[in-house]
């Protein structure tokens, strides 16, 4: 039977780069949320979704990946992570069970074991045949975590997972409005699709070093949107690289991104960008504040 008690609370994917976190989020809501790319190391904050379901209000957490680097940048990625493990209510342990399970996941686990947390370990990418006939749970994870698997892609999976992240959220009320879909201002948003679109365009032309500033939000036309963004690189031949021949490259950038904006906004964009030098922006810690990184 249905359960009926109000619950609400935090459930935070964690998992390595590129094991599907953000593409889940976005499933999990029904709406693109988060930026998704083929190359790890994507998502640099952590981002609230917020979803009904049932009578739970469920609180999700995208995270960045987990992973070993030693940039300033890096360090204040694993921080979030760390974070937002230690405040949720639910941990989900995401991992391509194709890769096998990730010591540092499960340090993780043993870190949230230890916290008392409820912590459900969750296959992803069901629909790849190499993932989907790899072996889970991972041996040696013990038995307190529940074992799931899903397809971020094909939704396969998704309302089992969606149950078991709601019956382990402790009773209370609603925490944030109901018609409320994230914490994230729209202004935050939009400068990661504009990074999502150079990332892809970029390929593995500019690995790490660019973010994306809007520095421009007017209203003021009544049919369109104008938006000025900055797209930050370290050096003058990355800025080289992302203007490209005669502007063709961030050209495209800027085409992919207004497509992408004007679904957000529901309105038409009128989108400019600019690309800009700055060699300290992932040292400087005003920089990667101001950015949403920390
Ligand atoms: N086939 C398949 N691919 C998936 C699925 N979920 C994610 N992917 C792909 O895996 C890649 C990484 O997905 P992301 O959602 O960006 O992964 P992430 O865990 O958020 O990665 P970081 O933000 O870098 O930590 C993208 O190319 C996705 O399209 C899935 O269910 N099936
Ligand atoms: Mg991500």
Excluded at 110 to 137: E, F, I, N, Y
Excluded at 138 to 149: S, V
Excluded at 157 to 176: H, T
Excluded at 285 to 290: G, Q
Aim: glycine share 8%; aromatic share 4%; with cysteine.
């Amino acid at each position: 039977m249905a359960e009926q008690v109000p619950r609400a609370g935090f459930a935070a994917l964690l998992g390595r780069p590129n094991a599907g976190k953000s593409t889940l989020l976005n499933r999990l809501l029904g709406e693109k949320l988060a930026i998704v790319t083929a190359r790890p190391q994507t998502t640099r904050s952590r981002l609230l979704g917020i979803l009904q379901h049932g009578s739970a209000q469920i609180l999700l957490l995208d995270t960045p990946g987990l992973h070993a680097g030693r940039r300033r940048l890096d360090a204040a990625l694993n921080k979030l992570v760390a974070e937002a493990a230690d405040g949720c209510d639910v941990a989900c342990l995401l991992a391509d069970p194709a890769g096998g399970w990730p010591p540092d996941l499960e340090e993780l686990r043993g870190r949230l074991a230890a916290l008392g947390k409820p912590t459900l370990l969750v296959a992803t990418k069901l629909d790849l045949p190499a993932s989907a006939a790899a072996p889970w749970p991972p041996r040696g994870t013990g038995p307190d975590g529940a074992a799931l698997r899903v397809s971020a892609r094909t939704g396969k999976g998704v309302p089992e997972l969606l149950d078991a992240i709601a019956v382990r959220l402790p009773e209370s009320p609603p925490l944030y409005p109901s018609d409320q879909l994230s914490d994230r201002p729209l202004r935050f948003l939009a400068a990661e699709l504009v990074r999502e679109a150079a990332f892809e365009a970029l390929e593995q032309e500019l690995p790490y070093a660019l973010a994306v500033e809007v520095v421009e939000w007017d209203e003021a036309h009544p049919e369109r949107v104008r938006i000025r963004a900055n797209l930050i690189v370290e050096r003058v031949s990355q800025r080289r690289i992302a203007i490209g021949a005669g502007g063709a490259m961030i050209k495209r950038i800027g085409t992919q991104a207004r497509l992408e904006l004007e679904r957000l906004l529901g309105r038409r964009v009128h989108l400019e960008l600019w690309a800009k030098v700055d060699p300290r922006w992932s040292r400087s810690p005003n920089r990667l504040k101001s950015l949403g990184y920390s």
